[in-house]
């Protein structure tokens, strides 16, 4: 398998920053767990990329579902919002991965075997928190995540 690039980001907030846009250009997937609040945000992403997201509490009237399970590198992602709003058993369902945001607090760690990632908020600089984006990379050794302050 060769390496598959996906870049991960939540809570925008009707922002894409010049920043953010520059460094999804030539990644392979985009994920964004939720409050985009532009309608326009997920198409202007799918322009640099294939991209997934979900409705986040801010918006509202977003068509976007609340969840979405996909498969990226041979691997099950689920992507959600509010991770307190988890409603499946990651280990039970065959998920690798679990992306959330709506913390703003960029996080990573492995519970169980799953990891379980907050890309934090690449949005307006909201509570004294820093705007950051994430990245998940999937080869052959596995899925090795990161995080970068913007």
Same mark, same amino acid.
């Given at each position: 398998?060769?390496?598959?690039?996906?870049?991960?980001?939540?809570?925008? =907030?009707?922002?894409?920053?010049?920043?953010?846009?520059?460094?999804?250009?030539?990644?392979? =997937?985009?994920? =964004?767990?939720?409050?985009?609040?532009?309608?326009?945000?997920?198409?202007?992403?799918?322009?640099?990329?294939?991209?997934?997201?979900?409705?986040?509490?801010?918006?509202?009237?977003? @068509?976007?579902?609340?969840?979405?399970?996909?498969?990226?590198?041979?691997?099950?992602? #689920?992507?959600?919002?509010?991770?307190?709003?988890?409603?499946?058993? @990651?280990?039970?369902?065959?998920?690798?991965?679990?992306?959330?945001? #709506?913390?703003?607090?960029?996080?990573?760690?492995?519970?169980?075997?799953?990891?379980?990632?907050?890309?934090?908020?690449?949005?307006?600089?909201?509570?004294?928190?820093?705007?950051?984006?994430?990245?998940?990379?999937?080869?052959?050794?596995?899925?090795?995540?990161?995080?970068?302050?913007?």
């Amino acid at each position: 398998m060769s390496r598959l690039t996906v870049a991960v980001l939540s809570d925008t =907030h009707g922002l894409l920053r010049p920043e953010v846009r520059a460094a999804v250009r030539g990644c392979d =997937h985009i994920l =964004h767990a939720g409050d985009l609040e532009d309608p326009l945000a997920a198409m202007v992403l799918s322009s640099f990329a294939p991209t997934t997201a979900v409705r986040g509490n801010c918006d509202r009237r977003s @068509p976007l579902p609340e969840t979405q399970t996909l498969a990226l590198g041979g691997h099950r992602v #689920h992507l959600l919002h509010d991770l307190s709003q988890l409603a499946l058993d @990651p280990v039970a369902a065959g998920i690798a991965v679990v992306v959330s945001g #709506h913390t703003h607090l960029p996080r990573h760690e492995v519970r169980d075997g799953v990891l379980y990632f907050n890309p934090g908020s690449a949005g307006p600089v909201r509570y004294g928190k820093p705007v950051s984006m994430g990245w998940l990379f999937f080869d052959d050794t596995g899925i090795t995540p990161g995080l970068v302050t913007l």
